[in-house]
């Protein structure tokens, strides 16, 4: 873990950086697709949802994370398949790190990051 400091531009221009940001994705989706078919099911993310995010899914009741993997699928499995395949992940992944870009706004926050989070990486990218 790490303390830092980030603003949406960090992290928008950490998007809009195609190599970097879809090389994370592919890795991330790779790490995250356990039986190695290509696709990510939605018993697979409910499996290894902390590997997905920080602490606050760890606080999240049953129900809670139920409905939140019936929004995203609902949202993101754009062929109805009921799994989510490489492009859906990256599209996916691409809106939640724009709309957490919103939330942060132009003023720096302090904020501690996991090592391996995408929101570290465009740190990492913006001090390269």
């Given amino acids: 873990m790490s303390v830092e400091f980030i603003d949406?531009?960090?992290?928008?221009?950490f998007v809009n950086d195609s190599k970097a940001f879809e090389k994370w994705a592919s890795e991330k989706f790779r790490t995250l697709d356990a039986d190695g078919n290509g696709v990510l099911s939605?018993?697979?993310?409910?499996?290894?949802?902390?590997?997905?995010?920080?602490?606050?899914?760890?606080?999240?009741?049953?129900?809670?994370i139920?409905?939140?993997?019936d929004v995203?699928?609902?949202?993101?499995?754009?062929d109805g398949s009921g799994t989510i395949d490489p492009q859906e992940f990256m599209a996916l992944?691409?809106?939640?790190?724009l709309a957490k870009a919103r939330g942060i706004g132009n003023s720096p926050i302090c904020i501690i990051l996991q090592g391996d989070s995408l929101l570290m990486r465009a740190v990492q990218l913006a001090n390269s």
Avoid: H, N
């Fill in 8 to 13: 949406s531009q960090i992290v928008t221009e």
């Fill in 42 to 64: 939605r018993d697979e993310l409910q499996r290894r949802s902390g590997k997905l995010s920080s602490a606050e899914f760890e606080l999240q009741s049953p129900d809670e």
């Fill in 93 to 97: 992944t691409k809106e939640i790190m």
């Fill in 66 to 69: 139920s409905g939140l993997y």
């Fill in 72 to 78: 995203l699928f609902s949202k993101f499995d754009a």
